[in-house]
């Protein structure tokens, strides 16, 4: 009984009202429900549509009465809550993928670049930490040292259509140029690092150009009018208003991963809404918040992602530092 009664909710106003009032006490634990909800209401719509479309076939049936109308309505109502209660088409668990992107394996990294309005991204599905530390585990370690790299022994690695083969590779070939980039912004490589990190997903989610090759985009900076070189067009999940938008926009495109870098830091430092970020650059946390306020991502929980990828990069550091040390 009590089963009929919760996956009746979309059928009666009092359980809309139950339903509202569970998820201004705990939003996450009712999204489930409100998903299901939702999945029953489009299932349901589903099906009268294809009554809809029998009804000429009706009219010289002999079942066909107000009677008859009336049970299958009550049918279709309850197999429409049976249908979304079991997930038969997954929409509900899309859905809550959607929005709980801090939990779900797919996130959308939503960026906004340059001084254009909010109306297009790039698909950005980022791996989530625990599939990257399952990723690390699983990979060997990296040929070169990240010691060799911070005392300048080892030069960058040149692009790979096949991007990284580890997230050692990605910070041995990026750390060089990221010195150079912290040191001219007065912020620290590692958070740079952890920055390209997330917005590439390692290296293995960079944007590429309509021939396959890399775009060597690092921080996902958007062509604007200012642009003048090449660009590469992708589409994206943008946040409008919490709620994230499948968009479409062009995006930089770089000679190498150098120019990348160079360019990530004119942009920040010309750009008269990021001075404030800059004045707190020697604080990474404070400077990837004030990047996040002042519109540099659409995703609310932006800078909180850097910060989590940010110690993972520390770890990885100094755990390679720890391992030449005799």
Do not use: C
Not at 98 to 126: D, F
Not at 133 to 146: F, L, S
Not at 298 to 324: C, F, G, H, N, R
């Amino acid at each position: 009984m009590d089963k009929l009664s919760n996956s009746s909710h979309f059928l009666d106003i009092g359980g809309l009202d139950s339903l509202r009032a569970k998820a201004q006490k705990d939003d996450q634990a009712a999204l489930k429900e409100v998903a299901q909800q939702f999945e029953g209401i489009f299932v349901q719509m589903l099906m009268k549509s294809m009554r809809d479309a029998n009804a000429v076939f009706e009219s010289d049936s002999p079942m066909n009465s107000q009677y008859t109308k009336f049970y299958e309505q009550m049918h279709d109502q309850q197999m429409s809550v049976n249908l979304s209660d079991k997930g038969m088409l997954g929409l509900a668990d899309l859905m809550v993928q959607q929005l709980s992107p801090e939990t779900s394996a797919m996130t959308p990294a939503s960026v906004l670049r340059g001084n254009i309005p909010n109306t297009s991204g790039v698909n950005m599905m980022s791996p989530s930490l625990d599939q990257l530390t399952m990723a690390k585990r699983a990979e060997p370690r990296a040929n070169h040292v990240i010691d060799d790299v911070v005392s300048g022994k080892v030069l960058p690695s040149q692009a790979s259509n096949k991007g990284f083969e580890s997230r050692e590779a990605f910070i041995t070939a990026l750390y060089p140029h990221a010195q150079e980039a912290a040191k001219a912004i007065g912020t620290t490589p590692e958070v740079l690092i952890a920055q390209s990190a997330l917005e590439t997903g390692w290296g293995q989610k960079m944007i590429r150009r309509a021939d396959g090759e890399p775009s060597n985009n690092l921080f996902n900076i958007k062509a604007d009018r200012r642009w003048q070189g090449d660009k590469a067009g992708v589409s994206t999940l943008e946040f409008e208003q919490g709620v994230a938008v499948k968009q479409r926009a062009d995006f930089r495109v770089y000679e190498d991963f150098k120019q990348s870098f160079d360019d990530f830091v004119s942009f920040i430092k010309e750009g008269p809404r990021y001075q404030e970020a800059v004045k707190q650059a020697a604080n990474p946390e404070r400077f990837i918040k004030g990047l996040q306020d002042a519109g540099y991502a659409t995703d609310p929980k932006y800078a909180d992602k850097v910060m989590k990828v940010l110690q993972s990069v520390t770890k990885d550091i100094k755990a390679a530092v720890s391992e030449v040390t005799p």
